[in-house]
């Protein structure tokens, strides 16, 4: 029995209205808590909003006039023909201004080009300009194609008309090729032939139209402040209107791959495809979160075998503010160092061939010569710094620096449907990844992965690069042709019952072009079969020592047989165009065939054998990329192994099989 005294009613009272009081407490408190996180919340979906939805497409006045005015109202509208001078009053002046240069300053000892150009180096150089560089047969060289003027928007704007002269089955398509600073139109000299020659898996060639941006080359610069890669681009489709194209490709780098990028974005309905061998994505808030995010964890945003071209960040920010001194200076105070370079060709050489080294290369700065000649020959370099000094636009090419960066902080944000293709050479100097590129370009199909060369591929790989651009204009056909990106079609197989089949030998496969091919060719051979995938964690290692065990065995009998699958983790998405690539970047030599699926209903014939002869430990299935079997000399699989077994230690089992 309690002992406790009933409550007076003005206890209860004091009670209830202590009780009233915690209870107003706890709901103020929870209105607080609710209001702060409704305010968090809106402000996060604020930000977000914010950072995801893109600017307006800036309205472009297709007219807009940079010459002198006043503005000549009888527009001369002509394409008048164009040959490139290296006059007597040129070549005097400059051999004079050579010979008469002042004793450098001795390079720091073992700086290399560390510091900058090597002056022991430069004084070759210049002694080959002044005395070996044959400026008549250069002149020569520079005048094998066509080159025209034409007045656009109050400037004479210079490019070379390379027509092809294909046979009748084979279609000319025109492409737009776009230089960069310190690059020029003749970049494209080495390339030029190969794009405008017919190929035997092609059905079409190129109409190349190759401009001198204005203030570049010879092509007028602008009067006026203003002109970015914006106020290009304008100039540029008014260009490919006026020789009478008004649907057409653009490829570009550097520079060019920026206005290539505004044109795609600014003018959809002209442009059929961009390919790019700098596809980047500056001046976008999303880009910086990607790339911290991929500091902390890398595969979110970049494959595995890529992650070091961006990856450690540290490392790559220092490559970037270390070769990013001459864009702060050519976006502020480009006048000021235009003087110079523009008064000495001693000052212009090193200036701009200290590009082609460094961005070649960064590990060429180690060498006293800058490792130019590893790539190319004086005489093809200073082609390029005899353009610029011949016309004297050295400063006018650096102001379009001063615009172009506010313009790309803009135009970056806009997405553009325009079918896209890059192509990443391993020493650009930049990298950026598929997820952050897909940002911008909703229609990017495809980046080709090299193993080598730098910023200007064009002179460096002109082979590598003409290949791509085939491949890419390929593509964008077959985009617009269905109206989305080149699928993979339905593949039709053989009647063949695998519950019944004995050997590997009674099924029909298909090569990766496309044929058929009999198994039963392989009779008396070891096998090994794998599924393959482009994009997995295991490609690396697989693909090397698939290689190795090709390259030891073949001779005793040895083929492998390897066919992409993408029903892992969606690991090998793309065309059997695009799978050949890599794997030619990958050197493989053992056999290639057809993108098949391996599980469900649609499996390959073969591949229901081959799970059949030899279940796994968890099931028939394949589990996952790079399951292996061997089948012996008889077409009869005899051993089976899963992705985490290399291929090198498949020898024991081998070995048994070689008698």
């Not at 000052?347 to 060498?367: C, H, P, Q, V």
């Not at 004995?502 to 029909?508: A, G, Q, S």
């Amino acid at each position: 029995m309690s002992n406790k005294k009933p409550l007076s009613k003005s206890e209860k009272l004091k009670n209830d209205r202590k009780n009233e009081k915690r209870s107003s407490s706890m709901i103020k408190k929870s209105y607080i808590l609710l209001a702060i996180f409704i305010a968090i919340s809106s402000a996060t979906m604020y930000g977000f909003k914010k950072l995801t939805t893109p600017p307006e497409t800036p309205k472009v006045d297709l007219q807009q006039w940079w010459g002198k005015y006043p503005i000549d109202m009888k527009k001369d509208t002509s394409i008048r023909p164009y040959k490139i001078e290296f006059s007597d009053v040129i070549v005097n002046d400059l051999k004079e201004r050579l010979l008469h240069r002042r004793s450098f300053t001795p390079p720091l000892e073992n700086t290399g080009f560390t510091y900058g150009f090597n002056t022991h180096f430069l004084t070759q150089v210049l002694d080959f300009w002044q005395n070996k560089y044959n400026f008549k047969e250069r002149e020569q060289f520079l005048n094998k194609y066509d080159h025209y003027l034409t007045n656009i928007q109050g400037l004479d704007i210079h490019f070379l008309h390379v027509k092809p002269n294909p046979p009748p089955n084979v279609t000319v398509v025109p492409i737009l090729l776009m230089h960069g600073w310190p690059g020029s139109f003749r970049e494209f000299y080495e390339l030029i032939p190969k794009l405008i020659t017919p190929r035997p898996n092609q059905d079409f060639v190129f109409e190349i139209i190759a401009p001198s941006i204005p203030g570049f080359g010879f092509s007028q610069a602008p009067v006026r402040p203003g002109m970015g890669p914006i106020e290009v681009s304008v100039i540029f489709r008014n260009l490919m209107a006026r020789i009478g194209h008004e649907k057409y490709y653009v490829q570009g780098g550097d520079y060019g791959s920026a206005i290539g990028s505004v044109m795609a974005t600014l003018f959809p309905e002209h442009i059929l495809g961009y390919h790019t061998n700098m596809p980047m994505l500056g001046y976008n808030a999303m880009v910086t979160i990607y790339t911290l995010l991929g500091s902390v964890w890398p595969s979110f945003i970049v494959e595995p075998e890529l992650a070091d071209r961006m990856y450690p960040l540290s490392k790559h920010m220092s490559k970037i503010v270390e070769e990013s001194g001459y864009f702060h200076i050519q976006a502020t105070k480009p006048d000021t160092v235009g003087v110079a370079l523009s008064d000495s060709p001693a000052g212009l050489a090193a200036y701009i061939l200290e590009k082609f080294s460094t961005w070649t290369n960064m590990d060429y700065r180690k060498s006293a010569d800058g490792s130019l000649l590893n790539k190319f020959s004086l005489t093809h370099l200073l082609d390029n710094v005899m353009i610029y000094w011949a016309s004297n636009t050295i400063t006018s090419s650096m102001r379009h620096y001063a615009e172009g960066y506010k313009q790309l902080m803009l135009t970056d944000q806009i997405p553009t449907d325009v079918p896209t293709w890059g192509i990443k050479f391993k020493h650009e100097i930049s990298f950026y990844p598929d997820s952050i590129l897909k940002l911008k370009y909703k229609n990017y199909l495809h980046s080709s992965i090299v193993e080598d060369g730098g910023h200007f591929p064009a002179m460096e790989l002109p082979d590598v690069l003409a290949d791509d651009i085939f491949d890419a204009v390929h593509t964008f056909r077959e985009f617009h042709s269905g109206g989305q990106p080149p699928a993979e079609k339905v593949v039709i197989h053989p009647e063949v019952d695998y519950e019944k089949a004995k050997t590997v030998y009674e099924f029909t496969v298909k090569d990766s072009k496309g044929q058929d091919v009999k198994l039963d060719k392989y009779k008396g051979k070891v096998l090994i079969i794998v599924n393959v995938a482009s994009q997995c964690g295991y490609t690396n290692v697989h693909y090397e020592q698939l290689n190795q065990l090709h390259e030891r065995y073949n001779q005793k009998g040895l083929r492998i047989l390897a066919f992409p699958c993408n029903q892992f983790g969606g690991q090998e998405p793309g065309s059997m165009k695009e799978i050949l690539q890599f794997t030619k970047q990958k050197k493989v030599k053992f056999d290639l065939f057809e993108k098949i699926e391996v599980n469900g209903d649609n499996a390959h014939p073969l591949w229901k054998f081959l799970k059949k002869a030899q279940g796994g430990l968890m099931g028939d299935f394949i589990k996952w990329n790079f399951s292996k079997f061997i089948v012996d000399r008889n077409g009869i699989p005899v051993e089976r192994f899963g992705p985490n077994t290399n291929p090198l230690d498949l020898e024991p089992y081998l070995a048994k099989l070689w008698g």
